[in-house]
């Protein structure tokens, strides 16, 4: 079982930067593809980015590609999404979601956290 918990949200103008975390509970995180997910309102839920196992590989959406970094480190279950040059479209809650392989698909993630909210105002 993972339990994973977002934080690192807020409220930034364009153009700022914000870190989110998430921390995972579970021995097994280290082992599972960490994710992380957005949703703005009356949107689906969309993929952002994602680690492999190891943290060697990182899969970005086209849409934050060069301006989002996501990171893990295995000691310490935690996986960072370092997000800069923000947008207002960039605005949405931000879930981290955990699975056995990568995927961008939502149904494939077994684990999610509860979502953090990022504003991003113009």
């Known amino acids: 079982q993972v339990q994973l918990v977002e934080s690192g949200g807020g409220l930034v103008q364009a153009g700022g930067s914000l870190r989110l975390s998430c921390a995972a509970s579970g021995s097994i995180f280290s082992t599972n593809t960490v994710a992380w997910f957005r949703q703005a309102p009356g949107k689906e839920r969309e993929f952002v980015a994602a680690?492999?196992?190891?943290?060697?590989?990182?899969y970005y959406a086209d849409s934050v590609k060069g301006r989002v970094t996501i990171s893990r480190d295995n000691a310490k279950n935690t996986v960072y999404l370092q997000m800069n040059s923000l947008k207002p479209d960039d605005t949405a809650v931000y879930y981290c979601?955990?699975?056995?392989?990568?995927?961008?698909?939502?149904?494939?993630?077994?684990?999610w956290g509860q979502g953090t909210q990022v504003t991003v105002s113009s």
């Open positions: 680690t492999s196992r190891s943290g060697r590989r990182t």
């Open positions: 979601a955990a699975a056995c392989f990568f995927s961008e698909d939502v149904g494939q993630y077994n684990y």
